[in-house]
């Protein structure tokens, strides 16, 4: 096996960004383009497609693969396209990540399998990730995300999996600063941490993690590029200042609202939100009143 790890840079901010449905609950591909259209005139580093905010979860393989087709030939050549591949079988993932490759992806974000989620062990989520590495053509990003799966990577089993020359970087939602650092402590410098939310963005640049996977680059690109870039410029004091205005602003597109209230978000800002898939509700008329007084309260709206 090779050792040398495969070259990308993870540096920077990458919205995950939202799957558009028209009121049928079709996934409106144009919708999507002219999404992306809007975001590409910010200096994002790229996207990530398919991750949970894309509601991957609730769309067929050949949805899927229409959406990273469609979101190829909108996002410029200079930009990664991060796709979500994760399934729940070995096979399944190869199978998937395999597809995301042709279709133009540059990497792949993989969660962590969790459906029998008591025999997640590090040594079934190592195997997992290394089978996964070895079949892949792009590069692979590991996925911790416990607020939806309910399983929690730590340190050492994510320290065991970075050493596979195609496992890149990770995208850790976790909130756990202490383990963040532990992990940027125990990989290698070539192993790339993204911070997984908005909300602990310049925490984890300052602790060692090159860039970010933020729901809140949705609605809010240019802030969290700002972060990024005063952080990079050693303009701390401003850079957290800007961090702390943020805050409640993605917690109501994050944990309280959901994405439901990121597309009412985005709508409101003039991107297409569009209604959110069932089982999932679209807010209701208060909770749109309440998130639009956050917005004009962020200084968004």
């Given at each position: 096996?090779?050792?040398?790890?495969?070259?990308?840079?993870?540096?920077?901010?990458f919205p995950p960004i939202t799957t558009p449905f028209d009121p049928e609950g079709n996934v409106?591909?144009?919708?999507?383009?002219?999404?992306?259209?809007?975001?590409?005139?910010?200096?994002?580093?790229?996207?990530?497609?398919?991750?949970?905010?894309?509601?991957?979860?609730?769309?067929?393989?050949?949805?899927?693969?229409?959406?990273?087709k469609t979101a190829r030939q909108a996002i410029p050549p200079n930009r990664l396209l991060i796709?979500?591949?994760?399934?729940?079988?070995?096979?399944?993932?190869i199978t998937f990540t395999r597809q995301a490759a042709q279709a133009g992806a540059d990497a792949?974000?993989?969660?962590?399998?969790?459906?029998?989620?008591?025999?997640?062990?590090?040594?079934?989520?190592?195997?997992?990730?290394?089978?996964?590495?070895?079949?892949?053509?792009?590069?692979?990003?590991?996925?911790?995300?416990?607020?939806?799966?309910?399983?929690?990577?730590?340190?050492?089993?994510?320290?065991?999996?970075?050493?596979?020359?195609?496992?890149?970087?990770?995208?850790?939602?976790?909130?756990?600063?202490?383990?963040?650092?532990?992990?940027?402590?125990?990989?290698?410098?070539?192993?790339?941490?993204?911070?997984?939310?908005?909300?602990?963005?310049?925490?984890?640049?300052?602790?060692?993690?090159?860039?970010?996977?933020?729901?809140?680059?949705?609605?809010?690109?240019?802030?969290?590029?700002?972060?990024?870039?005063?952080?990079?410029?050693?303009?701390?004091?401003?850079?957290?200042?800007?961090?702390?205005?943020?805050?409640?602003?993605?917690?109501?597109?994050?944990?309280?609202?959901?994405?439901?209230?990121?597309?009412?978000?985005?709508?409101?800002?003039?991107?297409?939100?569009?209604?959110?898939?069932?089982?999932?509700?679209?807010?209701?008329?208060?909770?749109?009143?309440?998130?639009?007084?956050?917005?004009?309260?962020?200084?968004?709206?």
């Open positions: 096996m090779d050792t040398k790890k495969t070259s990308i840079s993870l540096a920077g901010v409106d591909y144009q919708a999507l383009v002219r999404n992306l259209e809007r975001w590409n005139q910010y200096e994002l580093a790229g996207y990530v497609v398919l991750g949970s905010n894309g509601e991957a979860v609730y769309l067929t393989e050949e949805e899927k693969l229409r959406v990273l796709a979500g591949t994760g399934c729940e079988s070995t096979r399944q993932t792949a974000l993989v969660v962590t399998p969790h459906y029998f989620g008591g025999q997640m062990t590090p040594e079934s989520l190592v195997h997992y990730y290394e089978a996964v590495a070895e079949a892949s053509p792009i590069p692979i990003m590991l996925y911790n995300v416990p607020k939806f799966t309910h399983v929690d990577m730590d340190a050492a089993t994510i320290a065991r999996a970075a050493q596979h020359p195609n496992i890149v970087g990770l995208k850790d939602s976790s909130g756990n600063i202490t383990k963040l650092a532990d992990i940027v402590r125990q990989t290698d410098p070539t192993f790339q941490v993204l911070a997984g939310a908005a909300g602990f963005f310049f925490a984890g640049l300052a602790l060692g993690a090159v860039g970010g996977v933020l729901a809140l680059a949705n609605i809010a690109p240019q802030q969290c590029v700002d972060i990024y870039r005063l952080f990079k410029a050693g303009r701390w004091d401003e850079a957290a200042d800007l961090q702390r205005r943020m805050i409640p602003v993605n917690a109501a597109v994050t944990a309280r609202f959901g994405i439901a209230g990121l597309k009412s978000a985005l709508d409101m800002l003039g991107y297409y939100g569009g209604p959110v898939r069932q089982p999932l509700l679209d807010l209701t008329k208060n909770e749109r009143q309440t998130l639009r007084d956050i917005l004009v309260k962020g200084g968004l709206l």
